[in-house]
């Protein structure tokens, strides 16, 4: 068995002046700080995770831990804690390292459980991580709210515990391929990681290809953590491609990019998901990624606001004056399931679990990070996905149109 990190409780208190300063704040009516200075709270809710610290999903595990400690901060400095009735409770999140490791994440997960005593579950960075710790809380009945695990394959199982706030990961791409097929494309190939959630992604795209009209010469699938891609890239260089799209996580888009530079493979579109939508890309990569395209759960300058953080603006405003960086959607999400989770323990009126699993099926929010509904599964079937696309160096937001704020560039170079 893999060793288990200590756990790390993480509860905010200070700085109550400089946070309601912040722009992500609603008005004074909804976010009255009552109780929330002086400590003076009824009690604690628990909540739990298994995220990576180390691993091949550090980076995503950083960003989406800095994203659950942006709704920790504003709930019990800001918002007064998480309000049950008449009692207001200050919120706790104990976190483990599960090192990037599925074994590790389910072992956690019920050490969590059994150990803390954690009132609910939030959801670890990726599908493969997320499935085994949602079976874990599945068997203990215990609500798991999360937003990176967008496997298809995860909402297929009847589990009356998980539910995604996310877009599902077999509509990854659509509004991407929709832009790609009015600007001309017609033929495409795809590679993506053998795993959960890059697999879902490859067979959407393979369908809305399909669907518009863009034929398919092939489709590649390749291990988790391989580090030389050229073999896939080389053999679809050699088809000529108008389109490529590579399914997978921060790191396999790194490899697709530089595998496609080192041997000429220069398609019209390069589609990748994770990797372009976050500022680190370009940091690392430089012009190489001009030009390349994205799917994005969320990002700033998208049309969504609620009651709650004020606008997507606002929000990244607040979070970028806690953390120094600005938030990508991996943070924008995690914060989206820990407040979606905040809302249906308020509308519930209660901690219990059947009470509150009742309000998130019932759920329907506007929120900084889009609307939140939920179908039968537990996917939230309300929010549409964007598409970026890095131009000069960039992440801009070329589709859908009703969320754009430039023009799609395709063909590109």
Known sequence: ???????????????????????????????????????????????????????????????????????????NEIHGGIRVGDQRYRAEIVYYDDESDADTAGN????????DRVDFLLGPYSSGLTAPASAVAEDNNVLMVEGSGASDAMFERGFQNLF????????????????????????????????????????????????????????????????????????FRDLDPDLFVGGGHYNDAVLFVNSAREIGFEPDGMLITVGPSNPRLVDELGRDVDGVLGP???????????????????????????????????????????????????AAGSIDTDAVRAALRELSADTFYGPINFDERGVNTAKPMGTVQILDGEIVVVAPAEAATAQIQYPFG
């Not at 400089?18 to 909804?30: E, I, R």
């Not at 956690?108 to 150990?115: A, G, P, W, Y």
């Not at 120094?324 to 323990?345: D, K, N, R």
């Open 1 to 75: 068995m893999k060793r288990v990190g200590l756990a790390l409780t993480v509860v905010f208190f200070a700085g109550l002046a400089m946070l309601a300063a912040c722009s992500g704040t609603a008005d004074d009516s909804t976010d009255s700080p009552t109780g929330a200075a002086s400590g003076e709270f009824d009690g604690t809710i628990r909540l739990g995770t298994p995220l990576s610290e180390t691993g091949k999903f550090a980076v995503e595990g950083k960003d989406t831990r800095q994203g659950y400690d942006t709704w920790l901060r504003w709930v």
């Open 108 to 115: 956690v997960t019920q050490r969590l459980i059994d150990d």
């Open 164 to 235: 995604l706030v996310a877009t599902i990961a077999s509509d990854y791409t659509r509004s991407s391929i929709e832009a790609l097929a009015n600007r001309g494309a017609r033929t495409a190939v795809v590679a993506h990681e053998d795993a959960l959630f890059a697999t879902a992604v490859a067979e959407g795209a393979v369908r809305h290809l399909e669907a518009n009209g863009i034929d398919v010469l092939a489709v590649e699938a390749y291990p988790e953590g391989i580090q030389d891609v050229s073999a896939i890239m080389t053999e």
């Open 296 to 346: 994005t759960q969320w990002e700033p300058s998208m049309a969504y606001s609620g009651p709650y953080f004020g606008t997507a603006t606002d929000y990244a405003g607040y979070y970028e004056s806690l953390w120094g960086e600005p938030p990508v959607y991996q943070a924008a999400s995690a914060t989206a399931a820990a407040l979606t989770l905040h809302l249906a323990i308020e």
